[in-house]
């Protein structure tokens, strides 16, 4: 019996051990798939491999064969399939044929760049190709950067780092001039918000290539994803050949479905999550398998580890082989974690999705995944991290309450044959394109003939900036006008630009955005940090800084707020008695309340005093006939808590609908809303000008809606329970609520819904006027 068979064994006949597990998907070993070149590489690069006895697998050797014949090429296939050497190889190549030639790779998260830094190094040494590899980011010293763009071959960079390089395109201009390939890794990372922020500034890049005559072939290396060559066409404006099937060896990896039992006799509570998933890290630990372990959040990555660390010392073992990991760290401590998981001095490390991403950890013997992580990409790419080659691992999804998580604990099979979702990037976005626009008129004069590198919304996006004296027309096109640097002014992030700056005792301990900050940092909130407790003492506002001091505390807290909606632009269709509406909305969020916990039990609550923040992003929303108000009431329910009930719920089922995160969706319910004169639930993105969630909703209402309905329907409770229509993230703590209102309410919406797909219209936003308020 192997190791993992054991393990399983082991809990199943432990004390604790309540049937917890609800499947075992047996994920079969597979071998090796071997490729042939179509022709010989140069002699160095074929030392390489016969040094390092590789032989290319198929999946490898077809990249490089479309690489080598100028196709730019998108590689999307699992997590350690070795892509990263299937895009060196045609590299190296080129720049072995030409002296001059470079490359330019871009990673999504600097961990990746240091990753990819010791590859190129190593491969530069053994294959005598001097290439003189570098990482061009915000930590490169001033001092270093002239000689890196004169001498460097191979620049590693960011998205980040490239939005503010482009601005001075003229001191890149050797580099530029005999850039060979660009190479994108990680590139389904690129979705959402930021994917179409990047789609923009790699337009902007191709664009300042073009100037220096140069075009240069791409590479994507991306996971499997349902679109990969729609994903790679909207993210550069480029044709790709895909290649897809993974040729890579893999050994038997085990998939358990692992659901907290029941807690009590109506079948309603079961046990926290967060406990089953410490339990289940500490067993791991305990028995030497090196484990990672995947959170929802930083908060609960931090609390998981401190559990354990208390459980580990409760039984006398070390604690120092385990710690937390997620963004906000300061870069030298997440590389000493980096390298410690690497080298086996660490056991256990407790992750956002930050380790997500293809940082080179070696291989491990099991992945916890606490909480469904809102894609099937995710959670695949998350298992993926266990496992290499010909060794068994183990994986464990352990579920929340929430609808998601039971429904495919409850359907198995479902999960098992799902697609991958798609990868969603908004090229019409008017907020996003508007910004990369202006961007790109302060680094080149822009006319007519850049509409090759942005077809959708160029002439829109200069008027609108022309009205507010943002770019102004000269002999040579279109050149920007404003005061500000226009990169300070546009950010690839999402809702706020702000960050906030954490100290401890005069010592930076890390940063936050403005968000987080009104979640974690606010007066009174405990702030955890590498497993230890911080209290913090005050939220500056106006300089951004927020102080803390450190105190061990076994408690932790939550912050609570109320969120309105206004709708400001309607694009509404109609059928019979019920409207449903796609636009523009405001949101604005108040944060009123913390409560403070022992575990999930609240023992304090207090009061928030901060401003409420505002932003401004696409939502849907439909409204309920007055005929099925009367409905319920006359069966003495209650139809508000129907219609929190059918917002929870229809949030839950999104992600399966829209590429998302169910904590990417925000929604609102109300019996009287002041715009529509009526009942409305609405359902909107959680980001700033939006990121197509709410158009894919629109699109598949009614697929959404009978989906929330089997939910609600086939639940095992009577009252409603976590399982289908509480919610983890009400800020009214799941106040009212009624399951029977809610299964009415959406079998009538569904008597009255037809779908009509050719409804949808153009959105205009006026969004140069916001680009001109942050500017003054």
């Known amino acids: 019996m192997g190791l993992i068979e054991e393990f399983i064994r082991g809990i199943k006949q432990s004390r604790s051990y309540k049937k917890q597990i609800v499947h075992l998907e047996e994920l079969p070993a597979h ?8 022709k010989p590489l140069p002699e160095n690069l074929q030392k390489v491999l016969l040094n390092r006895k590789i032989q290319l697998y198929s999946h490898q050797a077809q990249a490089i064969n479309a690489a080598r014949s100028g196709k730019n090429v998108v590689i999307a296939t699992p997590t350690a399939s070795g892509k990263t050497l299937a895009f060196n190889i045609p590299v190296f190549e080129a720049l072995t044929r030409d002296s001059k030639a470079t490359a330019l790779y871009i990673y999504p998260a600097k961990a990746l760049t240091n990753d990819q830094l010791k590859v190129l190094k190593e491969l530069e040494k053994e294959s005598q190709i001097k290439v003189d590899p570098n990482i061009y980011d915000g930590d490169t010293p001033q001092y270093q950067r002239a ?23 003229y001191k890149w201009r050797k580099f530029f001039q005999n850039l060979k390939f660009i190479v994108m890794d990680e590139a389904h990372i690129y979705r959402g918000v930021f994917g179409s922020n990047v789609a923009m500034l790699i337009r902007r890049l191709l664009r300042i290539c073009n100037h220096y005559h140069a075009t240069p072939q791409i590479i994507l290396s991306s996971a499997t994803i349902a679109n990969p060559e729609e994903h790679a066409k909207r993210l550069t404006g480029k044709d790709f050949e895909v290649i897809s099937n993974d040729g890579s060896p893999r050994g038997k990896k085990s998939f358990v479905f692992w659901n907290p039992p029941f807690e009590d006799s109506t079948n309603t509570l079961r046990r926290s999550t ?3 998933t410490k339990d289940l890290l500490t067993l791991s630990v305990l028995q030497n398998l090196q484990t990672l372990c995947f959170t929802t959040s930083r908060q609960m990555a931090e609390l998981i580890t401190r559990w354990t660390k208390t459980e ?11 710690t937390a990991y997620r963004a906000g760290y300061l870069p030298q401590e997440r590389r000493d974690i980096e390298n410690r998981l690497k080298n086996k001095n660490l056991i256990g490390v407790v992750s956002t999705n930050a380790l997500e991403l293809g940082i080179d950890i070696g291989s491990l013997d099991s992945v916890i995944i606490s909480g469904y992580p809102g894609t099937v990409i995710s959670t695949w790419q998350q298992a993926g991290r266990a496992g290499r080659s010909n060794m068994d691992s183990l994986v464990m999804l352990v579920a929340y309450q929430n609808p998601l998580d039971q429904y495919f604990m409850k359907h198995p099979s479902d999960f098992f044959g799902r697609p991958h979702e798609q990868a969603i990037i908004g090229l019409h976005n008017h907020y996003i394109t508007s910004g990369h626009i202006m961007c790109a008129t302060s680094e080149l004069p822009i006319n007519e003939g850049d509409k090759q590198f942005f077809p959708e919304l160029l002439s829109a996006s200069i008027q609108a900036l022309e009205q507010e004296k943002l770019v102004k027309k000269t002999p040579h096109g279109w050149v920007y006008s404003g005061t500000a640097r226009t990169t300070e002014v546009v950010s690839l992030g999402n809702i706020s630009d702000k960050t906030v700056t954490v100290f401890c005792n005069e010592n930076l301990l890390e940063t936050l955005t403005l968000n987080k900050a009104y979640e974690e940092a606010h007066t009174g909130a405990v702030l955890l940090h590498q497993g230890e407790t911080y209290i913090c003492e005050s939220l500056d506002l106006n300089h951004l800084v927020a102080k803390v001091k450190q105190e061990n505390v076994h408690y932790h807290t939550e912050a609570l707020k109320d969120v309105e909606v206004t709708i400001n632009k309607t694009h509404e269709k109609s059928n019979k008695s019920t409207k449903i509406g796609l636009g523009e909305l405001s949101i604005t969020e108040t944060y009123h309340t913390y409560i403070t916990k022992t575990y999930d039990t609240v023992i304090e609550r207090s009061t928030l005093d901060l401003p409420p923040l505002t ?3 696409i939502g849907v929303w439909f409204s309920i006939p007055d005929k099925v108000r009367e409905l319920i009431e006359n069966q003495s329910l209650d139809f508000a808590g129907g219609l929190h009930a059918v917002e929870h719920a229809m949030i839950a089922m999104s992600p399966i609908f829209a590429m998302c995160d169910r904590w990417d969706i925000g929604g609102v319910s109300t019996p009287l809303h002041p715009d529509t004169k009526e009942p409305t639930i609405f359902i909107y993105d959680g980001f700033e000008g939006g990121i197509g969630i709410s158009e894919a909703l629109y699109a598949k209402i009614k697929p959404l809606w009978e989906k929330t309905l089997d939910l609600i329907d086939n639940c095992e409770c009577r009252e409603g329970c976590p399982s289908c229509i509480y919610s983890p993230k009400c800020g009214n703590e799941n106040e009212p609520l009624d399951k029977k209102a809610a299964s009415i309410i959406l079998k009538e919406l569904l008597k009255f819904f037809a779908v009509d797909d050719n409804n949808s219209k153009e959105q205009k936003f006026d969004v140069a006027k916001r680009y001109q308020k942050k500017i003054k």
Do not use: D
Not at 147 to 169: A, D, F, K, M, V
Not at 312 to 322: D, W
């Open 31 to 38: 071998k090796a798939v071997w490729g042939e070149l179509e």
């Open 147 to 169: 000689s890196i763009r004169e001498n460097s071959r191979i620049i590693l960079t960011n998205p980040y780092g490239l939005h503010q390089y482009l601005p001075w395109h």
């Open 274 to 276: 967060h406990q089953e």
């Open 312 to 322: 580990l010392t409760a039984k006398s073992k070390p604690t120092n082989v385990i």
């Open 615 to 617: 932003f401004s992003t």
